[in-house]
């Protein structure tokens, strides 16, 4: 590597495979710095389940080895490319499908969010997919209305943590799930009925007199959806975020037509893509809620980027 050959230290995969085992701490050449281009240090990453699925190659989306991981993040730019909208010093989010757990990263200006002034850095990179795909799947996808009962599994994640304080902000009963039920202890003082994430369908349909939820945010899928259908209202709408299970669950056809409830999955990003005229509208709410103290992101530990490795291990138990 020379002088014009910028590099930087970055966790790298480059080699799917169980447990981490192609996964190392090294130097990965910089790209070039383009005129629509921004080079980002790097304050903070938020670690999700999807990060550890795509390094044993379990997630729908398959990066060519070898890549960086890390879909979203914090930072300061520290170049600008002249078209690239952007100024040095200014703080920006970044969110995308891998390429941020590094010390600088080279993205495209368009990729970038500017972040409330009042969001500290490690807040916002655990909001900028988390907080957005929440949002587009309760708010618009979900049609989640005031007064409706909103199930929502995997609530100690960055996801359904972000999925439960938009269900209260928005006016519904909120029924949260987690391995541990202990761990949503916290919730109680703010009406959430607090299950464990498996055998809650009786609850789910005690607590509605019967009905069920009138919305499921499901990002754990496997035995968790199977349930979620048993116990989803007529006319509910049961959305499919993830599988952090590590099963994709699948459904009679008979079960929605008979039941009256629809199925619907849920890519923030790729929503955006193809409505981008809802795209703006999005961002602008995930940076309200954030700004207002809607949406607090809880950090359960912070790591170097020496340590990324054992924080994704970290990922493995949660």
Same mark, same amino acid.
């Given at each position: ?63 060519? =080895?070898?890549?960086? &991981? ?6 300061? +730019? $520290? %170049? @600008?490319?002249?078209?690239? !909208?952007?100024? #040095? ?102 009406? =959430?009925?607090?299950? &464990? ?6 609850? +789910? $349909? %005690? @607590?509605?007199?019967?009905? !069920?939820?009138? #919305? ?103």
């Amino acid at each position: 590597m020379n002088a014009a050959t910028p590099d930087t230290l970055a966790l790298v995969c480059d080699q799917l495979g169980p447990q981490l085992s192609g996964v190392s701490l090294r130097r990965w050449p910089l790209p070039a710095l383009g005129p629509t281009d921004v080079r980002v240090a790097m304050h903070a990453v938020a670690l999700n389940f999807p990060d550890l699925l795509m390094t044993e190659g379990l997630y729908q989306f398959k990066p060519p =080895v070898p890549y960086i &991981p890390g879909m979203e993040g914090s930072g300061v +730019v $520290l %170049e @600008a490319g002249p078209a690239s !909208g952007w100024a #040095v010093g200014q703080r920006v989010g970044l969110g995308g499908k891998h390429g941020l757990l590094a010390e600088q990263v080279v993205v495209p200006g368009a990729s970038l969010r500017a972040l409330p002034a009042g969001l500290a850095l490690d807040a916002a990179a655990a909001l900028m997919v988390t907080g957005l795909t929440a949002w587009v799947a309760l708010a618009r996808i979900g049609r989640l209305q005031r007064g409706e009962t909103l199930l929502v599994h995997g609530a100690r994640g960055g996801v359904g943590q972000a999925c439960v304080q938009i269900g209260l902000h928005l006016g519904a009963r909120v029924i949260a799930t987690a391995t541990q039920p202990d761990r949503l202890a916290d919730l109680a003082a703010l009406g =959430v009925q607090a299950l &464990p994430s498996t055998g809650f369908r009786a609850a +789910v $349909l %005690e @607590a509605t007199a019967g009905r !069920g939820a009138d #919305v499921v945010a499901d990002p754990v899928g496997g035995d968790v959806f199977d349930e979620s259908a048993r116990c989803t209202a007529f006319g509910g709408r049961l959305l499919v975020l993830g599988f952090a299970s590590g099963r994709i669950a699948s459904i009679d056809s008979n079960r929605p037509l008979i039941k009256g409830f629809s199925v619907e999955g849920v890519r923030a990003g790729e929503y955006g893509r193809h409505f981008p005229q809802h795209h703006l509208e999005h961002l602008a709410a995930v940076n309200r809620l954030a700004e207002t103290g809607v949406l607090r992101p809880h950090i359960g530990a912070r790591f170097a980027l020496a340590e990324a490795k054992a924080a994704l291990v970290v990922t493995i138990g949660t």
